[in-house]
């Protein structure tokens, strides 16, 4: 089974900054199963990105995805107080595994 | 607008049953694979089981297989998740989501907000 690890557990930045995230496997993984989700206390997930690169429909182009094989990266660019949450990867290909996430404050 | 909402969550006793429905509304179930993903408190995300949009093909995670049963009624349109067996461990927010796969990308990209199983005694 394919683990994903996300890194860092915890990201502390001020509005306007950017944040990288980043979520490696334990093998390689096609670039078409690489999801993102956004899940702020209380809700449900969000899908931010799809197919490791794609924007899932009316998501801020200041969310992108980026990566390939086993090393995957979310980039929030210009952050806003709103972005705060838990953000979680995801390898889409049974058994659907999640990475244990990374929480972004922002100050 | 899409809609997932699922009920039937609550108290139930270690080795106990529980039924767990989601309604869709919005869009048709029968032209999408569903799944479940759990969430015990405080932790990530779990996924739990899916069934193909004509509930021939399912398949269900380790850590529930020969306990849980997904299953589905596309006339009502309406997603179900089987609990039996119920352990402390699987205490948890339980999400049903819709698959979605295009041109061989997949996602799940619509959540309903989820119902609370607690298995205590």
């Known amino acids: 089974e394919i683990v994903l690890t996300q890194s860092p557990g915890t990201l502390s930045l001020s509005p306007g900054e950017r944040a990288t995230l980043s979520c490696r496997a334990s093998?390689?993984?096609?670039?078409?199963?690489l999801g993102w989700y956004q899940q702020k206390p209380g809700q449900a997930p969000r899908l931010l990105i799809y197919?490791?690169?794609r924007r899932a429909t009316g998501i801020p182009d200041r969310f992108s995805g980026s990566g390939s094989g086993t090393d995957f990266t979310l980039t929030i660019s210009r952050l806003e107080p709103e972005d705060s949450a838990m953000y979680y990867c995801q390898r889409y290909g049974r058994p659907y595994t999640f990475g244990q996430g990374t929480k972004l404050e922002i100050k | 607008q899409e809609q997932l909402v699922e009920s039937g969550g609550g108290v139930v006793q270690p080795g106990g049953s529980l039924t767990l429905s989601c309604v869709a509304s919005g869009f048709m179930l029968g032209s999408f694979a569903m799944c479940w993903v759990r969430q015990a408190p405080g932790k990530g995300l779990e996924w739990v089981a899916t069934?193909?949009?004509?509930?021939?093909?399912?398949d269900h995670a380790d850590s529930v297989r020969g306990r849980f049963a997904i299953s589905r009624d596309n006339s009502k349109n309406t997603l179900y998740l089987q609990l039996n067996s119920l352990r402390r461990e699987d205490t948890a927010l339980y999400y049903c989501?819709?698959?979605?796969?295009?041109?061989?990308?997949?996602?799940?990209?619509?959540w309903g907000k989820g119902t609370t199983v607690t298995v205590s005694s």
């Open positions: 197919a490791a690169f």
């Open positions: 093998q390689s993984v096609g670039s078409s199963q």
């Open positions: 989501a819709r698959h979605y796969w295009q041109s061989g990308e997949g996602r799940m990209d619509v």
């Open positions: 069934n193909s949009h004509d509930a021939t093909s399912e």
